[in-house]
């Protein structure tokens, strides 16, 4: 698989922080995530439905692979997300052979991507202020939903 | 904790057992589960609906925490699940602690249960011939759906 260019990263990106953006508007946890084929072409976005759907098992990765229904293969897919997969999502990417996972940051949550990463999975960290800032606000101003999110 | 008693864990299999049955009359991959609350109360229970909603997102252990709603704390709470949980499913466990998982087999396949039990969790291999019984019929029946559902 040939290596991510930074603006593709980064517009692959923007699509995630939508979701995410669209679900602090619903009152939500602010994160986003899109699933991507070989060939660029988006297969699947979604974003956490915890408080829109009382839906625990909707994170916002779990939610862009459901979008994309049954898939055959994974080879080559990105799965894009706001926020540094946690072992659920990471469970996820490892299961079905993702083969890249494009993160908008690590700074507020650290998940599984280092685990990823000594299982072969290729993991692009962007470091992104706007969705460091999202995050550090949204646990900030609902530490309990948050909590209760990531089972802690 | 206390110890799971084995007539409790086999009762609870068999809520697992049901799902499965289901799922397998309905043309789907016949995994089953169900999440039981410390206090032994069932909380929710669901099978793997791939083929029935076309949802990849939905394993068996997935569809019970989701069935199970939102939840503050999975601490003393028991998955009982057919099949040895795949990554997917062992990353659902561990992210939200859930703290043991009582398993049906794992000879037909073998998931991440050593890893969750190297992280805390609780588990119970019950090695029930019925539950290998009928994997094993389904996946010499239907070899590329169960790829399909495992990423292979």
Redesign the interface.
Known sequence: MESIDPVTARAWLATAVEEARAGLAEGGVPVGAALYGADGTLLGRGRNR?VQD?????HAE??A??A???????HGTTMVTTLSP???????V????ISRVVIGEAATFHG?HDWLAGHGVEIVLLDDPECAAMMREFTARRPQLWD?D???
């Open positions: 915890r009382g839906d625990p098992s909707a779990t939610a692979f459901r994309a229904g049954r898939q055959r293969s994974y946690c072992w659920y999502c990471s469970g996820l490892r299961q079905f052979g599984g209760e990531i089972g802690r």
